[in-house]
């Protein structure tokens, strides 16, 4: 049973590149989050979506966009790189309201 | 969502009870407890959560106060696996966000 898959596991981007970062889950849940998390610190929410065609922004939105086009797959887009979104981004999804969240196992992203 | 407060760090012996405080005096009545955990910078692992009452399940128990305005999370017999940062959080059930707090760096010594 795969859950929340992620790609890349690593990256290195320079400064202005651009890249999706892919997040499939194969559990049919509607909820599906996008969070970073900097060294030492707790995660942020990104954006966020509640259903196919369906995204909304969370707490740290800027430098990124989203879609949601199939209930499985959430993808990450980072147009213009900038050291700032060096990070650990984390996708989660989750059943039905009250349920846990089921995490990825992370893609650990440098911009040089 | 009611901000927590959690120790920034702990140690447990291995083969004891870890216990794991964390305040949340702002609760709101609708607002759940979750647990989650991180080993190593691996994606979040889901521990348990909870309204009111004490729940248990296989992982862990957590316990709530009467005033619901803390709560312990109890690992049974800790193991050096145990070694991660645990996240107490507290989110209403129709809000969509977790808020994440820096968590608790448990360390589980032989």
């Known amino acids: 049973n795969a859950g929340v898959t992620q790609t890349p596991k690593f990256r290195i981007l320079k400064i202005g590149q651009s890249m999706t970062l892919q997040c499939t889950q194969d559990m049919n849940h509607n909820y599906m989050y996008w969070y970073r998390q900097d060294p030492g610190m707790g995660l942020k929410l990104i954006y966020y979506?509640?259903?196919?065609?369906?995204?909304d922004k969370g707490e740290v939105p800027n430098g990124y966009n989203v879609s949601r086009s199939t209930t499985e797959d959430f993808p990450l887009r980072l147009e213009l790189a900038a050291p700032s979104q060096t990070s650990v981004y984390f996708c989660?999804?989750?059943?039905?309201?009250?349920?846990?969240?089921?995490f990825g196992d992370g893609t650990r992203l440098s911009i040089l | 969502d009611a901000k927590t407060t959690q120790p920034p760090s702990m140690d447990c012996a291995e083969g004891r009870a870890a216990n794991l405080p964390c305040n949340h005096s702002t609760i709101s009545g609708n607002e759940y407890v979750y647990w989650y955990r991180q080993i190593h910078s691996q994606g979040p692992q889901y521990i348990i959560h909870g309204l009111k009452n004490n729940e248990t399940n296989e992982m862990a128990s957590l316990i709530i106060t009467e005033d619901r305005k803390s709560s312990t999370l109890i690992l049974p017999h800790a193991t050096l696996r145990d070694t991660a940062v645990y996240y107490c959080?507290?989110?209403?059930?129709?809000?969509?966000?977790?808020?994440w707090g820096a968590g608790t760096k448990l360390i589980i010594k032989p």
């Open positions: 989660a999804s989750r059943e039905v309201s009250n349920q846990p969240q089921h």
């Open positions: 979506s509640v259903g196919a065609g369906i995204t």
């Open positions: 959080i507290v989110r209403r059930d129709s809000n969509y966000q977790l808020i």
